[in-house]
């Protein structure tokens, strides 16, 4: 009886080292997705997208990224010439919780990220919003996860692809887009 509880043991110690030493994969963010709207997956590679322009919300601090086919669409003076962008025109907008540069105190640079939206046209898709859908990311460092926004979250953000409508509306003339070219 004696054997068979150092040998239960044994294995106990053995099977405990095993799991204790794995690592427990971290979050796909592309397997994430708004219930009845986008998904963080049809935004892959954004992070590689040209920046548009910079913001502050509030207190966050934001890059706007817009991927080739938007960037064309701006250059060629959308919305400005009163045209739309095209469908598969795509934004998205990086917020962070923002710090004082350790090395240059008087600078202040991106922190904590806080949460990651997502904007894309395709007008059949999105018909009753503009031809826009929207998405929102929250961003939880602890965890290193990302999580659709909800109405719960500062700003309130919906739960499906119109999320960002009503906000948008208010730059109706300018195809629900906020963020204007700059000047380079």
């Keep these: 009886m004696k054997s068979k509880n150092v040998t239960a043991i044994a294995i106990i110690t053995i099977v405990l080292s095993v799991l204790g030493g794995m690592a427990i994969p971290a979050q796909d ?3 994430v997705k708004v219930p009845n709207g986008l998904a963080f997956s049809e935004f892959r590679g954004y992070e590689d997208w040209q920046v548009v322009s910079i913001s502050q919300d509030g207190n966050l601090i ?9 960037i064309d669409a701006y250059r060629a003076g959308v919305p400005g010439n009163g045209k739309k962008f095209p469908d598969g025109s795509k934004m998205a907008k990086i917020h962070w919780n923002p710090k004082k540069m350790e090395t ?4 202040t640079v991106p922190g904590t990220l806080h949460d990651v939206d997502f904007m894309v046209k395709d007008s059949k898709r999105s018909a009753d919003s503009g031809g826009w859908g929207w998405a929102v990311f929250m961003y939880d460092a602890a965890s290193d996860t990302f999580t659709p926004g909800t109405l719960a979250d500062k700003p309130p953000q919906g739960n499906d692809a119109k999320c960002g409508f009503a906000c948008h509306t208010i730059v109706k003339g300018q195809d629900y887009v906020f ?3 700059g000047r380079r």
């Design 29 to 31: 963010k592309y397997t």
């Design 62 to 70: 934001a890059a706007i990224l817009a991927n080739p086919v938007m």
């Design 104 to 107: 240059f105190p008087v600078a």
């Design 179 to 181: 963020t204007a070219y």
